[in-house]
Protein backbone atom coordinates (compact mmCIF):
# COMPACT_ATOMS: atom_id res chain seq x y z
CA UNK A 1 0.00 0.00 0.00
CA UNK A 2 2.81 2.78 0.64
CA UNK A 3 4.63 1.60 -2.86
CA UNK A 4 0.65 2.78 -4.15
CA UNK A 5 -0.06 5.66 -1.60
CA UNK A 6 4.33 6.56 -3.12
CA UNK A 7 3.09 6.43 -6.58
CA UNK A 8 -0.08 8.24 -6.08
CA UNK A 9 1.36 11.32 -4.07
CA UNK A 10 3.41 11.76 -7.40
CA UNK A 11 0.43 12.05 -9.23
CA UNK A 12 -1.38 14.27 -6.92
CA UNK A 13 1.76 16.45 -6.49
CA UNK A 14 1.74 16.95 -10.35
CA UNK A 15 -1.97 17.62 -10.66
CA UNK A 16 -2.55 19.55 -7.91
CA UNK A 17 -2.93 21.54 -9.62
CA UNK A 18 -8.10 17.77 -18.13
CA UNK A 19 -8.15 18.97 -21.13
CA UNK A 20 -7.98 20.21 -24.35
CA UNK A 21 -9.68 22.97 -25.87
CA UNK A 22 -12.03 21.59 -28.82
CA UNK A 23 -9.11 20.21 -31.18
CA UNK A 24 -6.14 18.45 -30.96
CA UNK A 25 -4.79 21.29 -33.87
CA UNK A 26 -3.95 23.89 -31.56
CA UNK A 27 -0.24 24.60 -31.32
CA UNK A 28 1.64 23.33 -28.11
CA UNK A 29 3.84 26.47 -27.62
CA UNK A 30 0.47 28.18 -26.93
CA UNK A 31 -0.59 25.10 -23.76
CA UNK A 32 0.68 27.53 -20.96
CA UNK A 33 1.52 31.25 -20.21
CA UNK A 34 5.18 32.27 -20.44
CA UNK A 35 5.37 32.26 -16.84
CA UNK A 36 4.66 28.37 -16.30
CA UNK A 37 2.38 25.94 -16.89
CA UNK A 38 -1.14 25.77 -15.83
CA UNK A 39 -1.65 21.97 -14.00
CA UNK A 40 -5.15 22.07 -13.00
CA UNK A 41 -7.49 20.37 -15.59
CA UNK A 42 -10.08 23.60 -16.88
CA UNK A 43 -13.29 20.72 -17.57
CA UNK A 44 -13.56 17.36 -16.55
CA UNK A 45 -11.29 14.62 -17.97
CA UNK A 46 -10.76 11.05 -17.61
CA UNK A 47 -7.04 9.65 -18.05
CA UNK A 48 -5.07 6.21 -18.27
CA UNK A 49 -1.48 6.71 -16.96
CA UNK A 50 1.16 4.13 -16.82
CA UNK A 51 4.15 4.57 -14.59
CA UNK A 52 7.48 2.84 -13.67
CA UNK A 53 6.79 0.44 -10.76
CA UNK A 54 8.62 1.51 -7.45
CA UNK A 55 11.02 -1.07 -7.78
CA UNK A 56 11.47 -0.50 -11.78
CA UNK A 57 10.32 -3.67 -12.71
CA UNK A 58 7.96 -3.07 -15.47
CA UNK A 59 5.06 -0.83 -15.58
CA UNK A 60 1.88 -0.18 -13.53
CA UNK A 61 -1.52 1.83 -14.52
CA UNK A 62 -3.46 4.14 -12.88
CA UNK A 63 -7.06 5.55 -13.48
CA UNK A 64 -7.51 8.93 -12.97
CA UNK A 65 -11.07 10.84 -12.89
CA UNK A 66 -11.45 14.57 -12.69
CA UNK A 67 -14.66 16.74 -12.38
CA UNK A 68 -14.03 20.50 -12.46
CA UNK A 69 -17.17 21.48 -11.51
CA UNK A 70 -16.61 20.21 -7.78
CA UNK A 71 -12.41 19.97 -7.52
CA UNK A 72 -12.78 16.52 -7.15
CA UNK A 73 -10.07 13.53 -8.24
CA UNK A 74 -9.79 10.15 -8.00
CA UNK A 75 -7.18 7.84 -8.23
CA UNK A 76 -8.12 3.85 -9.09
CA UNK A 77 -4.44 1.69 -9.04
CA UNK A 78 -4.44 -1.18 -11.49
CA UNK A 79 -6.13 -4.50 -9.99
CA UNK A 80 -6.37 -2.84 -6.50
CA UNK A 81 -9.65 -2.68 -4.26
CA UNK A 82 -8.29 0.36 -3.09
CA UNK A 83 -9.10 4.11 -4.85
CA UNK A 84 -8.15 7.36 -3.34
CA UNK A 85 -10.58 10.00 -3.86
CA UNK A 86 -9.22 14.04 -3.24
CA UNK A 87 -11.81 16.75 -2.67
CA UNK A 88 -9.60 20.26 -2.75
CA UNK A 89 -12.73 22.54 -1.78
CA UNK A 90 -11.84 20.87 1.84
CA UNK A 91 -8.17 19.40 1.06
CA UNK A 92 -9.40 15.99 2.18
CA UNK A 93 -7.97 12.82 1.01
CA UNK A 94 -9.84 9.79 1.28
CA UNK A 95 -8.83 6.21 0.69
CA UNK A 96 -11.30 3.56 0.27
CA UNK A 97 -10.89 -0.43 0.89
CA UNK A 98 -14.21 -1.42 -1.39
CA UNK A 99 -13.05 -5.57 0.00
CA UNK A 100 -12.92 -4.67 3.51
CA UNK A 101 -14.98 -1.85 3.70
CA UNK A 102 -13.20 0.77 5.31
CA UNK A 103 -12.24 3.97 4.71
CA UNK A 104 -9.89 6.87 6.15
CA UNK A 105 -9.22 10.34 5.59
CA UNK A 106 -6.39 12.72 5.52
CA UNK A 107 -5.27 16.02 4.72
CA UNK A 108 -4.91 16.00 1.11
CA UNK A 109 -0.72 15.88 0.26
CA UNK A 110 0.86 18.92 -1.15
CA UNK A 111 0.02 22.73 -1.18
CA UNK A 112 -3.29 24.69 -2.24
CA UNK A 113 -4.66 24.11 -5.54
CA UNK A 114 -3.35 26.23 -8.57
CA UNK A 115 -6.99 26.84 -10.03
CA UNK A 116 -7.72 26.12 -13.47
CA UNK A 117 -6.28 28.85 -16.40
CA UNK A 118 -3.71 29.81 -13.15
CA UNK A 119 0.29 28.85 -13.37
CA UNK A 120 1.06 27.59 -9.73
CA UNK A 121 3.46 29.27 -7.64
CA UNK A 122 7.35 28.47 -8.52
CA UNK A 123 10.56 28.72 -10.85
CA UNK A 124 10.00 27.06 -14.41
CA UNK A 125 12.10 26.69 -17.31
CA UNK A 126 10.09 25.58 -20.72
CA UNK A 127 12.11 22.91 -22.24
CA UNK A 128 10.05 22.60 -25.64
CA UNK A 129 6.67 20.32 -27.12
CA UNK A 130 5.62 16.48 -27.33
CA UNK A 131 2.98 14.88 -28.73
CA UNK A 132 1.90 11.97 -25.98
CA UNK A 133 -1.28 9.65 -26.46
CA UNK A 134 -1.96 11.84 -29.45
CA UNK A 135 -1.96 14.88 -27.40
CA UNK A 136 0.36 18.20 -27.87
CA UNK A 137 1.52 19.36 -24.26
CA UNK A 138 4.43 21.39 -23.54
CA UNK A 139 7.61 20.42 -21.29
CA UNK A 140 8.39 22.04 -18.50
CA UNK A 141 11.91 21.49 -15.39
CA UNK A 142 10.92 22.27 -12.01
CA UNK A 143 11.66 20.78 -8.75
CA UNK A 144 9.49 18.84 -6.30
CA UNK A 145 9.52 19.84 -2.57
CA UNK A 146 12.34 17.50 -1.62
CA UNK A 147 14.75 19.52 -4.34
CA UNK A 148 14.82 16.85 -7.07
CA UNK A 149 14.44 17.97 -10.72
CA UNK A 150 12.13 16.52 -12.94
CA UNK A 151 9.91 17.68 -16.50
CA UNK A 152 6.25 17.57 -16.49
CA UNK A 153 4.23 18.24 -19.90
CA UNK A 154 0.89 19.88 -19.76
CA UNK A 155 -2.06 20.48 -22.30
CA UNK A 156 -3.11 23.85 -22.77
CA UNK A 157 -6.08 23.08 -20.25
CA UNK A 158 -4.11 21.26 -17.35
CA UNK A 159 -3.69 17.90 -18.35
CA UNK A 160 -0.38 16.30 -17.21
CA UNK A 161 1.10 13.89 -20.11
CA UNK A 162 4.22 12.71 -18.96
CA UNK A 163 6.93 13.06 -16.04
CA UNK A 164 10.35 12.36 -16.76
CA UNK A 165 13.55 12.31 -13.85
CA UNK A 166 16.47 12.08 -14.65
CA UNK A 167 15.77 11.76 -18.40
CA UNK A 168 13.77 8.60 -17.67
CA UNK A 169 9.96 8.74 -18.13
CA UNK A 170 7.78 8.12 -15.14
CA UNK A 171 4.56 8.60 -15.58
CA UNK A 172 2.92 8.73 -19.09
CA UNK A 173 -0.72 9.48 -20.14
CA UNK A 174 -2.08 6.34 -22.87
CA UNK A 175 -5.48 7.77 -23.39
CA UNK A 176 -7.29 11.00 -22.86
CA UNK A 177 -11.58 11.17 -22.69
CA UNK A 178 -13.02 14.56 -22.46
CA UNK A 179 -16.08 13.51 -21.02
CA UNK A 180 -17.94 14.45 -17.96
CA UNK A 181 -17.54 12.75 -14.39
CA UNK A 182 -20.73 12.05 -12.68
CA UNK A 183 -21.33 12.46 -9.06
CA UNK A 184 -21.16 9.07 -8.49
CA UNK A 185 -17.43 8.15 -9.19
CA UNK A 186 -16.96 10.48 -6.03
CA UNK A 187 -18.98 9.19 -3.46
CA UNK A 188 -17.88 7.70 -0.40
CA UNK A 189 -20.02 4.69 0.74
CA UNK A 190 -21.11 6.24 4.27
CA UNK A 191 -21.60 2.44 5.35
CA UNK A 192 -17.86 1.77 4.99
CA UNK A 193 -16.09 2.24 8.35
CA UNK A 194 -14.48 4.91 9.38
CA UNK A 195 -10.58 4.21 10.21
CA UNK A 196 -7.36 6.04 11.09
CA UNK A 197 -4.82 6.43 8.01
CA UNK A 198 -2.37 4.03 8.12
CA UNK A 199 1.01 5.09 9.40
Known amino acids: MSAVKARF ?13 GSTA ?9 A ?9 VFVRYEMVRPDG ?3 VHQDM ?14 NSAVYMLTS ?15 RSVMP ?3 GALSMPGQVPSGSFQRLGTAIVAGQFCTNWRTADADGRSGDACYTQDGILMQVMQKG ?17 LFVVPETYKLVAPAR
Open 9 to 21: FVLVAALSSPFCL
Open 168 to 184: QVVVRAVSVDRIAQPDS
Open 57 to 59: AGL
Open 88 to 102: WRDHTLTVVDTLSHR
Open 26 to 34: VRAEESASA
Open 108 to 110: APG
Open 65 to 78: HWQVASLRQRIDPE
Open 36 to 44: GPYVTPSVD
